[in-house]
């Protein structure tokens, strides 16, 4: 069993100002696994104080200097991809091959990219007598949740650390192991004393403390949108800045000229992917009504393919997070069934054969009405609703009918039209065929949060806008 007793704080691992801790379970045995250090108010000053003092050096740094410890953490990190990915199938249950691809390479991405963004990122531009500057904002506080943890913590972490802010990462509790080897790179790779503390605990007892701080300057959180609202609610009093990438219930629009088929069997699994715990995943499906039976018949028969069961075989889906989140979504499926949807595949309880862990049946529902619950609420669970539409601007209308905002895909042959429709959805990461990219902006319009990340659009959040009038007067008549 793993055991973490300390925070990394100001350089070095230290204890915590009182001792206690947590327990983290395994989500496939249901067995406590871990136990980690609690933190508190008082470890939340000690990190926040060490950022503080680290900023004037760290913010006075140069480019060539950010960039050579990024590549020294490039180095650590390749060196335990195996840890890692190791503990996020211990600690939140990805499926082996999940966690050592692209659980962990999409950490590897986030470096990768900020580096190549810091290269060629202008800090500084004049116009006319104006310089406009892009400075450091100064102590960011990073929250981040369990369901991609080194995606999140690094998508946070490196652009910050680029831009010159010194940061206190405060991992969530149900997956601190993988924050925990992080710091652990971090430490390996030479960061100076300050620059980057870790605190464990949660959300009461280090997320409260680190939002309200006075000397933090940042909060960007990821997470649930209840938890968003309280985070606000906390760093109001102090005006520092939030940005906030939160709930999704995003559209995949099927357009009528689609390979249709081809596109509704290959939705099915990168929606299930990771048992469905991804903020941006596609869960409502839209399709022509007049084929509504053709996808029905079509995912049925790609949701029974995926193999659900221990992480650390080949099952192509592990558990859920934990029993609260188990429950939540049997509650949401139960509610698909009472409310009419029809019943695809999957439904109420484990699959077969599977007695122990949290595991759900990959279950479709069609036939849904975008006013059923099922339809309107993030379930955060391998669930998909399948949604009929009678021509592709009533297609763009269900798309939007919604309190959420964060992505969405459309899939059609005919590029133009695929082009427009995408550009008709209010949401923050709109896909054509499923595309990626990670130099475009990632973040969510309404209740889906605030700011962006990924690419040179992550870095701006981080800075803060100087305007130096007169720099240039003899430029101010050009």
């Known amino acids: 069993m793993r055991e973490y007793s300390q925070f990394y704080i100001d350089g070095a691992w230290v204890d915590p100002a009182e001792a206690r801790s947590f327990e983290v379970v395994n989500p496939a045995t249901e067995a406590v696994c871990g136990m980690v250090a609690n933190g508190s108010a008082a470890d939340v000053d000690r990190a926040v104080s060490a950022a503080r003092e680290a900023f004037p050096a760290w913010s006075a740094s140069s480019v060539p200097e950010r960039i050579a410890l990024l590549r020294a953490i490039g180095a650590e990190y390749g060196k335990r991809a195996g840890d890692l990915a190791a503990a996020l199938t211990e600690e939140m249950g990805a499926p ?10 999409l950490g590897a991405g986030h470096l990768s990219t900020a580096i190549e963004v810091l290269e060629n990122f202008a800090f500084e531009q004049r116009r006319g007598a104006t310089l406009v500057v892009k400075e450091p904002i100064g102590v960011c506080g990073l929250i981040t949740p369990w369901n991609w943890p080194m995606s999140l913590i690094a998508v946070k972490v490196f652009p910050a650390l680029a831009t010159g802010c010194t940061t206190v990462l405060k ?22 004393a300050g620059v980057f503390n870790l605190v464990q605990g949660n959300g009461p007892s280090v997320g409260v403390p680190l939002s309200a701080h006075p000397d933090v300057d940042l909060i960007s959180f990821t997470g649930s949108t209840r938890a968003g609202i309280e985070i606000a609610r906390n760093a109001a009093p102090s005006v520092k800045r939030v940005t906030q990438e939160l709930g999704g219930k995003s559209a995949n629009i099927v357009l009528d000229d689609a390979d ?16 469905g715990q991804t903020c941006s995943a596609l869960s409502r499906m839209l399709v022509p009504r007049a084929r509504m039976d053709e996808a029905i018949d079509t995912a049925r028969r790609a949701a029974a393919q995926l193999s ?7 099952a192509a889906l592990g558990p859920v997070v934990s029993g609260s989140q188990f429950d939540k979504i049997q509650a949401f499926i139960q509610k698909g069934i009472d409310e009419g949807a029809t019943l695809v595949v999957g439904g109420i309880g484990r699959p077969d054969g599977l007695t122990k862990g949290y595991y759900v049946r990959p279950t479709v529902f069609a036939n849904v009405t975008n006013d059923m619950t099922i339809a309107r609420e993030e379930i955060f669970g391998p669930v998909l609703a399948i949604l009929g539409y009678d021509s592709v601007d009533h297609a763009v209308e269900i798309a939007n009918d919604t309190e959420y905002g964060l992505a969405g895909n459309v899939a059609g042959s005919d590029l133009d039209q695929a082009r427009s429709v995408a550009r008709r959805i209010r949401s923050g990461w709109i896909t054509i065929n499923d595309a990626f990219d990670f130099h475009a902006p ?3 319009y309404r209740k889906s949060g605030n700011g962006r990340e990924w690419g040179e659009f992550g870095f701006h959040d981080y800075l803060e806008i100087k305007g130096i009038l007169g720099y240039a007067p003899e430029e101010a008549g050009s």
């Open 96 to 105: 082996s091959a999940l966690a050592c691809g692209f659980q962990v390479d």
């Open 171 to 192: 991992p969530s509790e149900r997956s601190p192991f993988t924050g925990q080897i992080f710091a652990e790179i971090l430490d390996a790779a030479g960061v100076p």
């Open 260 to 275: 249709f088929t081809t596109n509704v069997a290959a939705a099915i699994g990168p929606m299930m992917m990771n048992s």
């Open 308 to 314: 659900v069961g221990d992480p650390t075989g080949d």
């Open 442 to 444: 990632f973040g969510g």
